[in-house]
């Protein structure tokens, strides 16, 4: 597995903006499939954004198109959300997610809603407060 940490997380008033950063280590060449995650209170984790590794193929839940971009540094080993026209149900705890099978990016990328349980790699979270 590969271990993954968040960071960039706060509070932020609607319409503003956060990067969210993911760096990974251990077994980086492991994974192809990275991905954000987002968890609010009394709700079920939802997939935000996918990307392959290998070549930058995305996907975006439909609330989040034309507002979030995800995006990664193979180099660093760094994986990002860029939020912006951050709004109040965007609240929640985000996490970062990695998987080796190519496929999980592959079908998110044909629009099939990526499933936590595709991921066995996670952060521990970084909490985003839109206000």
């Known amino acids: 597995h590969v271990q993954l940490v968040e960071s960039g997380g706060g509070s932020v008033q609607a319409g503003g903006s956060l990067r969210l950063s993911c760096a990974a280590s251990g077994n980086t060449g492991s994974y192809n499939c990275m991905g954000w995650f987002r968890q609010a209170p009394g709700k079920e984790r939802e997939g935000v954004a996918t990307i392959y590794v290998g070549g930058g193929s995305t996907y975006y839940a439909d609330s989040v198109k034309g507002r979030f971009t995800i995006s990664r540094d193979n180099a660093k080993n760094e994986l990002y959300l860029e939020m912006t026209g951050l709004k109040s149900e965007d609240t929640a705890t985000y996490f970062c997610?990695?998987?080796?099978?190519?496929?999980?990016?592959?079908?998110?990328?044909?629009?099939?809603?990526?499933?936590?349980?595709?991921?066995?790699?996670w952060g521990q979270g970084t909490q985003v407060t839109v206000s």
């Open positions: 997610a990695a998987d080796s099978s190519r496929a999980t990016c592959f079908y998110s990328a044909k629009g099939t809603r990526p499933q936590p349980g595709q991921f066995p790699s």
